[in-house]
């Protein structure tokens, strides 16, 4: 004989693994949100962060927030979360002036190396000059039938 469907048991216990689910998707993106803030100095790079930007990159419906299953939990959870993930987090002012800093520094960067490595096309141009000389020297003294020694680097081998 056939065992009878607990059918509002097996709704409740689908209900409880989407529930499960959600929160896992959130707290994952919640983790994954303060890594990226810790790697850019509290700047969020992704716009504004909110419960909407918190639930567009778990995946889920904001709406899912507001349902029974969550407005006495998870919803009070990410709220906590997002005031206090929201405190250290710059604004547009400090978030723009850090840039300008940042920008100021890899253009002071470029400038040296720019100046370096013009220095070093001189440098490269003054070498070239003084072997061509040299080749000619050495073409002149072996023209006139006189020998010459190799050229050495001068230090001892």
């Not at 529930?19 to 994952?28: I, M, P, Q, S």
């Not at 990159?57 to 005031?83: D, F, M, Y």
């Not at 940042?102 to 960067?109: C, E, G, M």
């Amino acid at each position: 004989m056939k065992q009878p469907v607990d059918a509002s048991a097996n709704l409740r216990a689908h209900a409880s693994d989407v529930r499960h689910k959600t929160v896992v998707r959130l707290r994952e993106t919640m983790r994954t949100i303060e890594a990226e803030l810790k790697s850019t100095d509290s700047i969020y790079p992704h716009g504004k962060l909110n419960q909407r930007e918190l639930c567009r990159r778990a995946g889920i419906s904001q709406a899912t927030l507001q349902k029974p299953a969550h407005r006495n939990t998870t919803l009070l959870e990410v709220n906590v979360w997002l005031a206090r993930v929201a405190k250290p987090m710059r604004t547009k002012g400090a978030v723009h002036a850090t840039a300008a800093a940042r920008v100021q520094t890899l253009r002071d960067l470029n400038r040296d190396l720019m100046q370096h490595y013009h220095e070093s096309e001189l440098e490269l141009v003054d070498a070239l000059d003084r072997i061509a000389r040299l080749e000619a020297r050495l073409s002149m003294t072996s023209a006139n039938g006189n020998s010459v020694s190799p050229i050495t680097s001068g230090k001892p081998r």
